[in-house]
T-cell receptor, first 112, second 117 residues
Framework: ELKVEQNPLFLSMQEGKNYTIYCNYS?????LYWYRQDPGKSLESLFV?????AVKQEGRLMASLDTKARLSTLHITAAVHDLSATYFC????????????FGKGTHLIIQP | GAGVSQTPSNKVTEKGKYVELRCDPI?????LYWYRQSLGQGPEFLIY????????DSGLPNDRFFAVRPEGSVSTLKIQRTERGDSAVYLC???????????????FGEGSRLTVL
């Protein structure tokens, strides 16, 4: 059974700082997704990582995937308050299964 | 429509009652997914439709849960004999490519919050 673990689960940081969220998963997969969720809102797709070594950047967020280590990171550069949200990673299990397996999410608060 | 639409946005019911939750996916999206999200948790996969058929229902927790998509567009998640533990936000998502064969990007609706008293 595929397990997806994120850490930290809760993070409070100040504006202007850098930080990294980690996503580990337990079985082989070459497809990983990052989503953002604001309170009471839908999940917004941030990044789709489809191969080992994939790196994608959008604004102050950068995501990477290491399929050999079964690890993805979401790096935040010079955080701003608007990035406060819950961030989820999700892994495609393959092997005939079709549903993404999500981590528990990282609740990020960025204080001015 | 412009996005995935779910109704109702909120549903409060009593234990033992029957509920239906509706999902209208993005026009042209052939793949449709139902997820359940409990407080403080990530979404949990329930069922996946490709067209009209349920291609993967391995996430449905028990036989009180059932979903249909008769015309390959709108889907309805049906819960019989609701229990307090069914309280959660039920999310629907759709994607353009079948079975996550391409990038597999899912577009989520805002969810239906179900509360069972």
């Amino acid at each position: 059974e595929l397990k997806v673990e994120q850490n930290p689960l809760f993070l409070s940081m100040q504006e202007g700082k850098n930080y990294t969220i980690y996503c580990n998963y337990s079985t082989t997969s070459d497809r990983l997704y990052w989503y953002r969720q604001d309170p009471g809102k839908s999940l917004e797709s941030l990044f789709v990582l489809l191969s080992n070594g994939a790196v994608k950047q959008e604004g102050r967020l950068m995501a990477s995937l290491d399929t050999k280590a079964r690890l993805s990171t979401l790096h935040i550069t010079a955080a701003v308050h608007d990035l406060s949200a819950t961030y989820f990673c999700a892994v495609f299990p393959g092997g005939g299964a079709d549903g993404l397996t999500f981590g528990k999410g990282t609740h990020l608060i960025i204080q001015p | 429509g412009a996005g995935v639409s779910q109704t109702p946005s909120n549903k409060v019911t009593e234990k033992g009652k029957y509920v239906e939750l509706r999902c209208d996916p993005i026009s042209g999206h052939t793949a449709l997914y139902w997820y359940r999200q409990s407080l403080g948790q990530g979404p949990e996969f329930l069922i996946y439709f490709q067209g009209t058929g349920a291609a993967d229902d391995s996430g449905l927790p028990n036989d009180r849960f059932f979903a249909v998509r008769p015309e390959g567009s709108v889907s309805t998640l049906k819960i019989q004999r609701t229990e307090r533990g069914d309280s959660a936000v039920y999310l629907c998502a759709s994607s353009l490519m079948p079975g996550l064969a391409d990038t597999g990007e899912l577009f989520f609706g805002e969810g239906s919050r179900l509360t069972v008293l």
